[in-house]
Structures are given as structure tokens and as C-alpha cells.
Nanobody
Framework: QVQLVESGGGLVQPGGSLKLSCAASGSIFRFAGLGWYRQAPGKQRELVATLSFGGSVNYADSVKGRFTISKDNAKKTVSLQMNNLKPEDTAVYYC????????WGQGTQVTVSS
């Protein structure tokens, strides 16, 4: 059984930074694809960044150059460093683990506002 727990969300001013972390339980972490998604009010959930088992990364165009996804297999964590945050980044951010099935965390709120 896989459980994902996100942390690190909060309120930040435009131009600021936040780092989200997701801690995973279970033994499949190092073999899985990992990702961060977000959902703003009234909108569909969208991809933010993914990191494949082989190390390939993919970012949404809207976050390229500002966000960085990384993982630590020993700690079983996946992180999202978010820099130069904009009000349109405001959303609930979800951690995802994919290996045959999709697993989701409970989400963490990020609010970018002055």
C-alpha cells in the first residue's frame, strides 16, 4: 500500500519561493514515475512537473524555468522547488506516484498573493 503526504504549502507574495515535499510509504518508490499536479478553483487538475523512473523530467510550459522537481530515493521523497511565484500559481498541489496504478496525496494549498 502506498501513501503520499505533501507538505510545504502556504501563503507567499508574488516573486517569492516555496518548496513542496512529498513523503511516500511503501517499497515501490524508486521504481515509479513521480509528479506534481495542481488544481485551481473552478479548473481541472493539470500537470505541473513529472520525473520518470529513468530520470527524464517534464514541465508545464507555464512553470518552465521557475519550478524544479527532484527526488531522494533513500528518503522516499519527491520535491518541487518553486521560484518566482505568480498569482496564477495559486492552487492545491498534489503529489502523484505512478506504477501500474496512480497514487495521490491529499494535496497542499499554495496561495500567491500580496
Amino acid at each position: 500500500q502506498v501513501q503520499l503526504v505533501e507538505s510545504g504549502g502556504g501563503l507567499v507574495q508574488p516573486g517569492g519561493s516555496l518548496k513542496l515535499s512529498c513523503a511516500a510509504s511503501g517499497s515501490i518508490f524508486r521504481f515509479a514515475g513521480l509528479g506534481w499536479y495542481r488544481q485551481a478553483p473552478g479548473k481541472q487538475r493539470e500537470l505541473v512537473a513529472t520525473l520518470s523512473f529513468g530520470g527524464s523530467v517534464n514541465y508545464a510550459d507555464s512553470v518552465k524555468g521557475r519550478f524544479t522537481i527532484s527526488k531522494d530515493n533513500a528518503k522516499k521523497t519527491v520535491s518541487l522547488q518553486m521560484n518566482n511565484l505568480k498569482p496564477e500559481d495559486t492552487a492545491v498541489y498534489y503529489c502523484n506516484l505512478h506504477l501500474q496504478n496512480d497514487y495521490w496525496g491529499q494535496g497542499t494549498q499554495v496561495t500567491v498573493s500580496s
